[in-house]
Each structure stands twice: as C-alpha cells, then as structure tokens.
C-alpha cells in the first residue's frame, strides 16, 4: 500500500512546480504585451486604435480556434443555453455576468496610452496594487467561482504593502502631475482585473469542465471587450480623426497573441496550482519581466530609478505575505 502511494505524491509535487515555472511565464507574456501595446499606441499616436489591434487580432485567433475545434463550439453553446435559461442559486449565469471583457478592454486601452509615457515597471505595479486591494473585495463578496473568501489580517496586510509599493513606484511623477494622473489607469484597470478573472472563472465553469472552457470563457472575454473597442474607436474617430499610419514592424501586433497564449496557458496551469498561487507567480512574474524590459528596452527619456526598483520589490514582497497561509495549506 505505501509503495504505491509514494509515485503519486512524487508526481504531484513535480506538476506543481511545472504550474509555478508556467505561471510565472504567463506573467512575462502579459509585461511582454503591456510594452507591445504601449508602442503600438505610441506609433499611432491614439491608444484606443492600438487595443482595437491588440483584440482584433486576438479575437480573430479564437474564432479560427472555434471553427475548427468542436469541443469549444459546444462550450459555447452550454454558455449560450445556461444564458437563456438561468438556474437559480449559486451555480447559474446572468447575462451580465459575461461583460467581462469590458475591464479586458479597458485594461489593454490603458496599456495603449500609457506604458509609453510611464513605463512598463510603473504600469504594472499600479496594476498589482489596485488588484491587490480588489481582489479582497472581490474574494470576500464571493464573485469567483470558488464562493466567499475569507478576509484575513495578513491578506489586508499584503494589500496595504502593495499600496505603499505603488507610492514608492510613482513618488518620481510626484513633480509631473500628469504623469502621475496616468498612474491612477493602470490601477484602475488592475481593480477591473479581479472582477473579470471572477466573471471568467464563471464563464468558463458554466462552459466546461475541462480546458475547453476556459477557451470558450476567452471567446466570450474578447467579443465583449472587442465590441466595446469598436464602439469607443468610432467615437474617436469621429472626434479627432484618423490615427497615423500602421507601423511596419511585424512584432507589434503580437499583442493579442500574447493575450490569448497566456489566457489558455492560465486555463490549464489553475487546475494544477489553484488560482491564488496563479496568481502569486503571475505577479511575480510580470514584476521581473517589467524590470528586465525597462532597463534592457527603455522607453524614450524613462530610465528605471532606484523607487521603481524598491516599488517592484515591496510589490513582491506584498504577493508573498498575501500568499502565505495558502502555501503552508498546500504544505
């Protein structure tokens, strides 16, 4: 009996450290798409035409996905079918509880108009500290799939550090009031990310049991977010007129690759390490990765000064005080 339970427990820890290599390179790919997107906009000269680019092509990549897969149209399909006959209590879905690829949306605009000003490292940790403090919310009113979290000390805590870890970050913009105005979108579309991984999570447990779900919850993340992009880029086309010309460089519209790799990348990582800990080495990961590209990859007249860095770190250091109690858990 002992000799055949010890193989399994082996094989257990060894698929969670592939979970945590993986979801740390998923937090790379999304600091990786926050500098496309932020060039991309920079090059057009508007960053709502850059995040409509950064969707399309996404979007486009699903759909093909869609057509020639058929376990995701049937994952669609028990999505579409749950929408038009909801069931009541915990397990049912609303209609708007698939918007949300709204804060995706509003998230990869934010990226567009501001990363070429503030920086990779600044955006993202405004990012992390606005879903720092969202995620308590978010977890304690039970919007995610897994019901009601419990709000404890030291996860308030971990928030409270990732703010002070935001100040430090921006405290070089204190003098550039508009700079530090651009500041406050990254963190706002931080706190809209903990609502739209909640709203996914749903999505893609109502779709399927397996990945295919979290392929279809994708599908519906950017035809929402998509929809709104096109409607706000024809109000600003109306407004202030064509954007400059597409830049010729390929890589540039790698952006929405980016999104929907580390979206299916999530969508299995989550069933090996569990969500929090995703998380926890997603952050990390976009942390460093954000680091490396401002200092390697510097945007013009940005370099990365010493707040940054200590920001980037405390930043850290509030993901793993937020992530203890969860990994002794799993201990």
């Not at 390179?25 to 496309?36: F, K, T, Y």
């Not at 605009?109 to 879903?131: N, P």
């Not at 009031?177 to 739209?196: F, I």
């Not at 996914?200 to 279809?216: F, I, K, L, P, Q």
Request: proline share 5%; charged share 10%.
């Amino acid at each position: 009996m002992t000799t055949t339970a010890a193989p399994p427990a082996v094989s257990t820890r060894q698929h969670h450290l592939v979970g945590l290599v993986s979801a740390f390179g998923i937090g790379m790919l999304v600091a990786v798409q926050s500098r496309l997107n932020g060039e991309l906009g920079g090059i057009l000269g508007d960053g709502i035409p850059a995040a409509l680019i950064s969707f399309g092509t996404g979007l486009l990549i699903l759909l093909v996905a869609t057509a020639v897969v058929p376990p995701v149209r049937r994952a669609l399909g028990n999505v579409w079918r749950t929408i038009r006959t909801p069931m009541r209590g915990y397990g049912g879905l609303r209609w708007w509880q698939c918007l949300g690829g709204l804060a995706g949306a509003f998230l990869v605009a934010t990226q567009s108009i501001t990363v070429s000003i503030i920086g990779v490292a600044v955006f993202l940790v405004a990012g992390v500290a606005g879903q720092a403090i969202s995620s308590l919310v978010v977890d304690r009113l039970g919007f995610g799939p897994a019901g009601p979290q419990p709000l404890t000390a030291i996860r308030i805590v971990g928030a409270m550090i990732a703010l002070v870890a935001v100040g430090l970050a921006v405290s070089d913009q204190l003098s550039h009031p508009d700079g530090l105005l651009l500041a406050v979108l990254p963190a706002l579309g931080g706190v809209g990310t903990a609502v739209q991984q909640a709203i996914n999570g749903r999505v893609a447990r109502t779709a399927s049991t397996d990945a295919y779900g979290a392929v279809a919850a994708g599908v519906v993340n950017f035809l929402v977010g998509f929809a709104a992009l096109l409607l706000v880029f024809l109000v600003d086309l109306a407004l202030r007129g064509a954007p400059r010309h597409l830049p010729s460089e390929p890589w540039l519209y790698f952006g929405g690759a980016c999104g929907v790799i580390f979206i299916s990348a999530a969508a299995a990582v989550v069933r090996v390490v569990g969500v929090f800990v995703l998380g926890l080495g997603t952050i990390a990961g976009q942390l460093i990765a954000s680091l490396f590209i401002d200092v390697f990859f510097p945007v013009a007249d940005k370099p990365v000064s010493a707040p940054v860095v200590v920001g980037t770190l405390l930043a850290l250091a509030a993901v793993a005080v937020a992530a203890v109690p969860n990994l002794r858990r799993q201990r």
